[in-house]
């Protein structure tokens, strides 16, 4: 059973093209498995699921690393500069 989900779970990284955080994946809804169960098949630690993935599916872990997805980011449109009103010295 641990390999079907660890498998099921990498095939669904791959198709993201990334590799999720725990918040992340326990948000998805189209999560093959759900985050509790993940974390108790790979020894309650998130991180491993990386390491195992890696260890047992390396041609899935290679295309989750090699297509990172980028996210576009918003654009930020720059305020104009306006200087400072130049204040003559006075005289003492």
Same mark, same amino acid.
């Given at each position: 059973? +641990?390999?079907? @989900? ?11 093209? +990334?590799?999720?955080? %725990?918040?992340? %994946?326990? /948000?998805? &809804? ?9 974390? +108790?098949? &790979? *020894? *309650?630690?998130? &991180? +491993? @699921?990386k390491a195992r993935i890696?260890?047992?599916?390396? /041609?899935?872990?290679?295309? !989750? !690393?090699?297509?990172? /997805?980028? /996210?576009?980011?918003?654009? @930020? #449109?720059?305020? $104009? #500069?306006? #200087?400072? $009103?130049?204040?003559?010295?006075? =005289? =003492?």
């Amino acid at each position: 059973m +641990r390999g079907i @989900v660890l498998k099921q779970v990498a095939e669904y990284f791959a198709s993201k093209g +990334r590799y999720m955080t %725990y918040q992340e %994946y326990k /948000e998805q &809804t189209d999560a093959p498995v759900s985050a509790a169960v993940l974390k +108790r098949v &790979t *020894g *309650g630690s998130w &991180t +491993r @699921v990386k390491a195992r993935i890696a260890k047992y599916y390396p /041609e899935l872990d290679a295309k !989750i !690393i090699s297509e990172p /997805e980028v /996210e576009a980011e918003p654009e @930020v #449109e720059a305020e $104009p #500069e306006v #200087e400072a $009103p130049k204040v003559a010295k006075s =005289k =003492k």
